[in-house]
């Protein structure tokens, strides 16, 4: 059976000698947390890391209500004996207030993400022979899907490869945050957070707040219209001129309602079925049996009648600072260094630094080819010489190999390299040419003397045939 537990080898989780080795920095986990998630107080609160949205739905709300309570909801205070009409103004403003903390518990909590493996899981040991697979090798293979048994229906996990785990059912990953949570919904722009498993609750209050305080706004605004019609005995345009604030609250809820109450009914049909948004919108259970259903009575009971699920983050708890661990693909191997950080940068929504990458990579080629170059002298692996015939084909030998390396060099300086040689060049390399006859003469290998041989000159060649083009080693 597919363990899906946390364990220690997820990212925060406590080391199972329960401390740390001495020489580990400790820092706090939200500190070190590889989310997009923005933490205040100390990792108490968690955010999405659209959390300014929340000002605008903070101020999309409250703004109203204020203009309500001063141009409206006061002038009911003397309209109802004994102060009645005081409570107006209060249940505004407990609904409101309600809103307001519904919205708090929604988006500064942990919607249910699942904490990412320091490192891939081990893969399954090969049926074929019985022997396990390790589980760095590239040999090894991840799946990309699991199946697991839900109720006695099969259901696929998925392997995500950014959190290096399987999800468990109905979990899924979040681009925006960088999380895999648990029983995903949706993401929020106006909370700035995840809908999941830990703040749905919370989430559909704050939608039935809105759409009650959008509809008892409407209507006492048209109350007080009605009011004003009947005591001054007009019509209602000339009414709506007496009281602009009420029109434009009119306007504005009637507007408003259309969305939160249309999301408060979508959302009562989801819970009625045990759906989530995700799940809905892909069509999941149009043709399969929904494992998850417990009827109308146990789905809704499952939302409001049970236990929040606690964290599986601790977020304030001081960990070791990890090194960083290149994840394993679901095709198998490790990714290198330089299309891990590509990789990255694509999946946390950062542009690709592609010409970093290949500065990398040209960086250390030339760094290679400069170390070749200058540890193959090539004139160092000429034979003996036991003629006077050998010792000429020697010298011509070396002094084409010291021909290429000036050509390289003149090439660094310029766009065209030129296989001219100058005079003081010429004197180097007939110095150079008696001090490599010398050295060649200690040789004793007459195998390798024949392939070097074969080397010089078929590099002489490929030199000579592109010195008669005046071709340059800066235009190759």
């Known amino acids: 059976m597919l363990d899906l537990q946390p364990s220690d080898r997820r990212h925060g989780a406590p080391s199972s000698s329960g401390g740390v080795s001495g020489g580990d920095e400790l820092i706090r986990t939200y500190k070190g947390w590889k989310g997009n998630n923005v933490f205040f107080l100390g990792g108490r609160l968690v955010f999405g890391p659209d959390a300014r949205s929340i000002l605008i739905t903070v101020f999309l709300i409250t703004a109203p209500v ?59 040991s090969n049926e074929g022979n ?130 939160v109450g249309g999301l408060t009914c979508f959302h009562l049909y989801l819970m009625s079925t045990n759906q989530s948004t995700y ?79 290949v500065e990398e990579e040209l960086g250390d080629i030339e760094k290679d080819m400069e170390a070749g170059v200058a540890s193959r002298d090539l004139s160092r692996m000429l034979p003996p010489e036991e003629s006077e015939g050998r010792g000429i084909m020697h010298s011509r030998e070396s002094s084409r190999g010291r021909g290429i390396m000036h050509s390289r060099e003149s090439s660094r300086g310029r766009r065209g390299g030129s296989w001219e040689l100058s005079s003081r060049v010429n004197e ?13 003469e200690d040789s004793s290998e007459s195998s390798d003397n024949d392939a070097s041989r074969d080397l010089h000159v078929e590099i002489y060649d490929a030199v000579t045939s592109r010195g008669r083009t005046g071709t340059g080693i800066g235009r190759l």
């Open 66 to 124: 204020i203009v309500f309570c001063i141009f409206v909801g006061r002038k009911f205070i003397d309209d109802f004996p004994h102060h009645r009409g005081v409570s107006v103004l209060a249940v505004a403003v407990g609904l409101i207030l309600l809103d307001l903390v519904f919205l708090l518990l929604t988006s500064a909590r942990d919607p249910g993400i699942i904490p990412r493996n320091l490192y891939p899981p081990e893969p399954e």
């Open 130 to 259: 019985g022997e396990p697979r390790l589980a760095h090798t590239p040999q090894s293979r991840l799946p990309r899907t699991k199946d697991m048994i839900v109720n006695g229906i099969t259901v696929k996990i998925k392997y995500c490869d950014t959190c290096m785990l399987y999800r468990p059912p109905r979990a899924s990953h979040c681009s925006i945050c960088n999380n895999c949570v648990e029983k995903f919904d949706h993401h929020c722009p106006w909370l700035g957070q995840c809908i999941g498993l830990r703040n749905y609750r919370f989430y559909f209050m704050f939608v039935l707040c809105s759409t009650l305080l959008c509809i008892y706004v409407h209507v006492f605004c048209w109350i007080y219209v009605k009011r004003i019609m009947d005591s001054e005995n007009i019509n209602i345009w000339k009414s709506f001129l007496k009281t602009p604030a009420s029109i434009a609250l009119i306007i504005y809820t009637f507007i408003c309602v259309w969305f």
């Open 279 to 357: 799940e809905n919108f892909r069509y999941r259970y149009d043709r399969h049996e929904n494992p998850f259903n417990k009827g109308i009575v146990g789905n809704f009971m499952e939302v409001f009648c049970t236990n929040v699920a606690v964290s599986q983050n601790s977020f304030r708890e001081k960990v070791s600072k990890e090194p960083a661990i290149p994840p394993r693909t679901v095709n198998g191997g490790m990714s290198s260094p330089s299309l891990q950080k590509v990789s990255n940068d694509i999946e946390m929504g950062r542009k690709p630094v592609w010409h970093e990458t």
């Open 428 to 440: 180097d390399l007939r110095t150079r040419d008696e001090s490599v006859s010398r050295v060649g």
